[in-house]
């Protein structure tokens, strides 16, 4: 099934730092800003990663949560979050269970070569657990402040 807008979100789990386990339903009664990303440390990661961070304090503001999402372990997020000194929550769906929840497993090429990976994708999701807005293949350069004015005017 494909997510649309004014679908609910799905629920599904993942790991944050200190051996904790959220889920998406822990963050009903408040918006949310579920962002899928390929890999930890690199460039459009990092990039992406960075800009969220930039705008964290406005996120805030607005009162809507941001965490990014990958495959990568926890660890390898600490280490990431340390390195640029990021200020948004990071998740590990180590199983890809979320990931495939929300559509954003799919099959890519790179160099005539397919490989499955995580498509670069922002889910805005309602307090009341609503999608109210998608992002699929995402282009890093202007997306947080084009997600941050979602945020402000379509919740």
Request: with cysteine.
């Amino acid at each position: 099934m494909t997510l649309e807008i004014g679908n609910q979100a799905p629920d599904g789990s993942f790991d944050v730092s200190g051996g904790v386990r959220k889920s998406i339903a822990d963050y009903r009664g408040a918006p949310l800003v579920l962002y899928f990303y390929p890999k930890d440390d690199t460039t459009g990661c990092t990039r992406e990663a960075q800009d969220f961070t930039a705008l964290a304090d406005d996120f805030a503001a607005a009162g809507v949560a941001v965490v990014g999402i990958s495959k990568d372990s926890v660890a390898r997020h600490d280490k990431f979050v340390g390195k640029y000194d990021l200020k948004i929550a990071l998740g590990s769906d180590g199983d890809g269970s979320l990931c495939e929840a929300f559509g954003v497993w799919v099959e890519k090429t790179l160099y005539g070569r397919k490989y499955m990976g995580i498509e670069r994708a922002t889910f805005l999701i309602a307090s009341d657990g609503k999608l109210v807005e998608i992002w699929h293949k995402v282009k890093v350069t202007g997306h947080a402040d084009a997600v941050l004015e979602a945020a402000r005017t379509r919740i």
